[in-house]
């Protein structure tokens, strides 16, 4: 038993790495200057930091399709409070992390009740946009030019610092905590762990108002580092963190994963998003749409993968 899941963590990780190392080359032949990725990571950094609580929750046999949505709910209240409210900034972004947490509950108290994690937040998902729509101007709300300047520590935005201090916290919150081995008892068998009365309720709610924390913290860096709040913020980042989550090998259908397995899904995600931009400047038809295609593929393909594996080996 012990012999087949370490083939099938050999065989999961075999995709990811070398596509991850396909990647690395590429960049390494046409970037010139390094230090200019620094900002091209930005965005996958707040990626990251959403798909670290999806982790949990796709391990815990969940889903959440609503992550985006919330993030766009959030920056609008920033702007909204800081603009119309003439909240301090440091007040309007914590009422924007409370916002979050208080969406993510809401998806945390209808799947406690029973519902299905797919439905609820795919109807939160249209919610949560449809009030980021309904609040915010067509044009979206310009803030001070200064916060730019706030969120950076040297040459590095602080993007950077808070995913490294999140994802460390989460490894341990995950594989550490009860509350983490709970997440893997409820995805391979929900009845049984309902059963030996381990704190399923609690960790189902837990798992999506970190889900909406993280959203929130999001939200007020997408604030600061754009010097704008506007109602499509991160919108079909949901996707995004979805894919970073199943490339690295969690299965979606839940039981398996790990925080260090979504790091390696990032780095693949990232790498390859900039390396098909890098590839666009040599090949005229490799646009957006084409970009789309591919990702999408990547993540269907590489899902039926693990998803054969585990079947196979365990």
Known sequence: MN???????VFTLLVPLVLLAIAMLIMVTKVERPAALIQTGVEWMEIGLLALAMTAII????????????????????????????????????????????????????IVRGLSPLIVTLATMALYAGLALSIAPVAGISMPIELEEAIYFGRWPAQYFVFGLAAVAAHVLLHHTRTGRTCFYLGEN????????LPVNRTLLGVYMLSGLLAGVVAVMYVMSRTTAIANAHQGAELKVIACVVVGGTLIT?????????????????????????????????????????????????????????????
């Not at 012999?3 to 963590?9: E, G, H």
């Not at 800081?82 to 969406?103: C, I, K, M, N, T």
């Not at 260090?260 to 790498?271: D, E, I, K, Y």
Request: with cysteine; net charge positive.
């Open 3 to 9: 012999r087949s899941r370490t083939n099938s963590t």
């Open 190 to 197: 929900p009845v049984a762990a309902r059963f030996v009365a």
């Open 59 to 110: 391990i815990s046999g969940g889903i959440d399709l609503s992550v985006a949505s919330i993030v766009a709910l959030c920056v609008v209240t920033v702007g909204v409070l800081f603009d119309e409210y003439s909240w301090p900034f440091p007040a309007a972004g914590g009422g924007a992390v409370l916002v979050g947490v208080f969406a993510g509950s809401v998806n945390g108290l209808a």
């Open 254 to 314: 839940g039981g398996h994963g790990s925080i260090s397995r979504t790091l390696l899904g990032l780095c693949v995600m990232a790498s390859l998003d900039i390396c098909l931009d890098l590839m666009a400047n040599d090949y005229k038809w490799m646009d957006a749409r084409i970009k789309m295609i591919v990702m999408g593929i990547l993540v269907v393909a590489i899902a039926v993968w693990n998803q054969w594996l585990a079947r196979r080996l365990n």
